[in-house]
Nanobody, 122 residues
């Protein structure tokens, strides 16, 4: 079993920034991803980073504004979110990608954190 703990969410004004953190109890995955779920919407892919080479992928909606990074020594990943808009308001989850499956699909991830709320006011 792997525990993932997110932190760093909060309330921020539009145009502001937040940095989310996700700490894993141990590392068994090939990659770590961030997803988000807004009220009444499906949980959607945001970003992913691979442990071995640091390769990253982003959804089109956050590309150029969000940056995912890792600290392998701490089994942690981060999501730096800049130029936030009210449309970014959601609960953000980190998740562990067990194998090289489709990183955009929720079903490819076998461990999830409890989520952290991000609210962007206009």
């Amino acid at each position: 079993q792997v525990q993932l703990v997110e932190s760093g969410g909060g309330l921020v004004q539009a145009g502001g920034s937040l940095r989310l953190s996700c700490a894993a109890s141990r590392r068994t995955s090939v990659a770590m991803g961030w997803f988000r779920q807004a009220p009444g919407k499906e949980r959607e892919f945001v970003a992913v980073i691979w442990w071995n080479d640091g390769e990253t992928r982003y959804s089109d909606s956050v590309k150029g504004r969000f940056t995912i990074s890792k600290d392998a020594a701490k089994n942690s990943v981060y999501l730096q979110m800049n130029s936030l808009t009210p449309e970014d308001t959601a609960v953000y989850y980190c998740a562990a990608l067990d194998r090289n499956l489709d990183y955009r699909s929720r079903g490819s991830y076998n461990y999830w954190g409890q989520g952290t709320q991000v609210t962007v006011s206009s």
